[in-house]
């Protein structure tokens, strides 16, 4: 089993939808959690950190379950230029990153 | 102000050739990051250096992979001999050094993608 898992998607919506990814880790032991985005052919870039209260970033929003072990990401208002691969990532003591298989999104017009 | 340097951004070689990448990392980040990342796959980490020092190299196939990082600056991964099966992209990335208790951002360059035919 993999250490953070993700719904490889593809999720195809259209422009102005709401759209949620879900991602589980298996490693209690993780600390601290990240959404990275890449687009296609492109680096990974951060796009927002989880906190277990949960956090805004304008149409992002971020939530942490500790207890489930759960991490989510809701895009409101989705844009075209929204479309790209969305990459869970859960980070241990040591602070090394590890990354799930990411879910791919696509904004129709 | 830059970002991480990586070059080539593309490599094609034939099967049981050598290979390197070259890495330089953001001005003042003391920690650098090789990944590997496959089609449809996250990248997965083979090795962190902190400034010279490699101090997580447990995923790195050593038998053909090798990391050097002589100054603490810019890095090289190289790979002796390919196989088939090393095709993928190799991304570099830095981020500021580990201050307990605190994430610092990795900033990523944006890859040297490896075919092996």
């Known amino acids: 089993r993999k250490e953070v898992e993700q719904d490889p998607g593809p999720f195809n919506v259209p422009e102005g939808a709401t759209v949620a990814f879900n991602c589980t880790y298996s490693?209690?032991?993780?600390?601290?959690f990240f959404w990275y985005r890449q687009d296609c052919r492109k680096e990974p870039k951060l796009l927002m950190s989880?906190?277990?209260s949960g956090n805004e970033d304008g149409r992002f929003t971020a939530q942490l379950n500790r207890a489930s072990q759960y991490i989510s990401l809701l895009i409101r208002d989705s844009k075209l230029s929204d479309s790209a691969t969305y990459l869970c990532?859960?980070?241990?003591?040591?602070?090394?990153?590890?990354f799930g298989s990411g879910t791919q999104l696509t904004v129709l017009p | 102000e830059a970002g991480v340097v990586q070059s080539p951004r593309y490599k094609i070689i034939e099967k049981k050739q050598p290979v390197a990448f070259w890495c330089n990392p953001i001005?003042?980040?003391?920690?650098l990051y090789w990944y590997l990342q496959n089609l449809g796959q996250g990248p997965e980490l083979l090795i962190r250096?902190?400034?010279?020092?490699?101090?997580?190299d447990s995923q790195l196939p050593k038998d053909r992979f090798s990391a050097e990082r002589l100054k603490g600056v810019d890095s090289t991964l190289k790979i002796q001999p390919a196989e088939l099966g090393d095709s993928a992209v190799y991304l570099c990335a830095s981020s500021l050094g580990f201050a307990s208790g605190s994430y610092n951002e990795q900033f990523f360059g944006p890859g040297t993608r490896l075919t092996v035919l």
């Open positions: 990532v859960g980070s241990g003591s040591a602070r090394q990153l590890t």
């Open positions: 490693n209690s032991a993780s600390q601290s």
């Open positions: 001005s003042g980040h003391n920690t």
């Open positions: 250096y902190e400034n010279e020092e490699a101090v997580d």
């Open positions: 989880v906190y277990s």
